[in-house]
C-alpha cells in the first residue's frame, strides 16, 4: 500500500521560506509522477507544481512560477516543494500526490491524473 505523508508546513511570514517534503512509502519513488496542489477551506483544490517520472519535466501554476521549485531525491524516496517569497495568498492545505499513469516525460496538473494522496500539511503565511 503506497503512503504519501507531507510535512514542514507551518506558519511564516510574508517574503519567508518555506520547504514542504512528501515522503512515499509502500513502493519506489521513480514508479511515480509526482504533484503538489493546494486547497482552502470551501474552495476547489489548485494545482501548484509538479514533476515527471524522470525528474526532467517540471511544470508550475503561474501564481507560483518563479517562487516555488519542485525537485525530487529517489534515493530518499522523497519529492520537495522549495516555497521562496511567500504571500498571504498562498496560505492553504499542500497535498502531494503520486501518478503511475502518466510517463517518464510527463508534468500533469490535473488531480484526476493522481492516484495517490497525502493527508496535507498546513502553511499559513502572515502579512
Known amino acids: 500500500q503506497v503512503q504519501l505523508v507531507e510535512s514542514g508546513g507551518g506558519l511564516v511570514q510574508a517574503g519567508g521560506s518555506l520547504r514542504l517534503s512528501c515522503a512515499v512509502s509502500?513502493?519506489?519513488?521513480?514508479?511515480?509522477?509526482m504533484g503538489w496542489f493546494r486547497q482552502a477551506p470551501g474552495k476547489e483544490r489548485e494545482f501548484v507544481a509538479a514533476i515527471s517520472r524522470s525528474g526532467s519535466v517540471a511544470d508550475y501554476a503561474g501564481s507560483v512560477k518563479g517562487r516555488f521549485t519542485i525537485f525530487r531525491d529517489n534515493v530518499k524516496n522523497t519529492v520537495y516543494l522549495q516555497m521562496k517569497s511567500l504571500k498571504s495568498e498562498d496560505t492553504d492545505v499542500y497535498y502531494c500526490a503520486a501518478s503511475t499513469r502518466l510517463g517518464d516525460f510527463d508534468a500533469s496538473r490535473l488531480a484526476e491524473e493522481y492516484e495517490y494522496w497525502g493527508q496535507g500539511t498546513q502553511v499559513t503565511v502572515s502579512s
Open positions: 509502500g513502493g519506489a519513488l521513480s514508479w511515480y509522477a
